[in-house]
């Protein structure tokens, strides 16, 4: 067995302390740790305890120590006999699984009540059993696309531009779609909702829109705007085309995409929305403070976000 000085996580010591419980404890942990020594002592039992400590540079580290004690014939204890590791990484990583576990739980839940809350506003508007599964599933892999970006992320975000080609990728054309806007990393929330924004403007792009014909293009800005209180974030997506595509006697303005577009999106965000519809235009700007939609100076896991407007 060979003795370490405990150098960067403990400061060296030749032999026992007398005052070692000040000098290595936190004033607020040392009764819970006396007790467990005392406790250890009476049992004549093994010693193993997960604690604080002060480091060797004075901040906070964890130490997990584990002690036997070696006794003589009358069962007194002569001594312990013990080892002390450095546990601070492995205590934060652990404290990082659970905050992510947490999170996770919460995005499952919520997930699980959007995806109730699109079956039962779709079905109000359904008069094709066919065209409502299709509608569902598409929807749900929709949501799914933004979970997975939020995974790959580690659940710190996504990046607007990643968000966009995730979600359009469908729909194809990408020729005919042109993005553009600053690297912004968006929040956990806006994440889900702008990603159901983008799904059901692709789809009715598609379907009624610019990308319905065969010359229509599809234009998306994004930017940081100044604003009264701050700033806030724009984004317009604006659709060209010269001639109405086949399918517009249908109509996409009274279904589930228009409450998502007008009320759910905009609600969640705290901003606003317009839709303009003119002979070849459709253009739909979203507007909301900058702090509800893009992630200033690192992670975010706030676990508070909510879809709004669905119920």
């Known amino acids: 067995m060979h003795e370490l000085d405990g150098r960067g996580f403990l400061s060296s010591a030749q032999g026992p302390a007398i005052r070692w419980r000040d000098e290595y404890l936190f004033p607020e ?26 480091r060797a540079d004075g901040s906070a580290g964890w130490t997990t120590s584990r002690a036997i004690p070696i006794v003589d014939d009358t069962g007194s204890i002569l001594e312990w006999f013990g080892m002390a590791a450095d546990i601070t990484e ?4 652990e404290q990082q699984i659970q905050l992510l576990m947490r999170e996770v739980n919460h995005r499952v839940k919520n997930q699980y009540a959007v995806i109730l809350s699109m079956i039962r506003e779709t079905s109000k508007r359904a008069t094709d059993p066919r065209a409502f599964e299709h509608q569902i599933r598409e929807r749900i892999m ?3 696309r933004s979970h997975d970006l939020l995974v790959l992320n580690d659940w710190r975000g996504a990046g607007m531009a990643d968000l966009v080609r995730e979600h359009l990728r469908p729909f194809g054309h990408e020729e005919r779609i042109s993005p553009c806007g600053p690297d912004v990393t968006l929040r956990l929330n806006a994440v889900q909702n702008i990603g159901m924004a983008l799904h059901e403007l692709g789809t009715n792009a598609t379907k009624y829109g610019a ?4 010359a229509g293009t599809v234009r998306m800005d994004w930017r940081v705007a100044p604003a009264p209180e701050g700033s806030d974030f724009e984004l317009v997506w604006e659709e060209h085309f010269s001639e109405p595509p086949a399918a517009a006697d249908a109509n996409p303005h009274k279904g589930f995409g228009s409450v998502v577009l007008q009320r759910v999106v905009p609600t969640s965000l705290s901003g606003s929305a317009s839709m303009e519809r003119l002979p070849g235009l459709v253009r739909w700007t979203l507007s909301a403070p ?22």
């Open 211 to 214: 990308l319905a014909g065969d």
């Open 90 to 93: 492995k205590r934060a990583s």
């Open 29 to 54: 942990d040392q009764a819970s740790i006396q007790a467990a020594i005392e406790r250890a002592i009476m049992e004549r039992g093994v010693f193993e305890l997960e604690h604080r400590v002060r």
């Open 142 to 144: 929709a949501l799914s």
């Open 290 to 311: 900058l702090a509800n939609v893009v992630v200033a100076g690192g992670a975010e896991l706030d676990g508070d976000e909510q879809i709004a407007g669905l119920t």
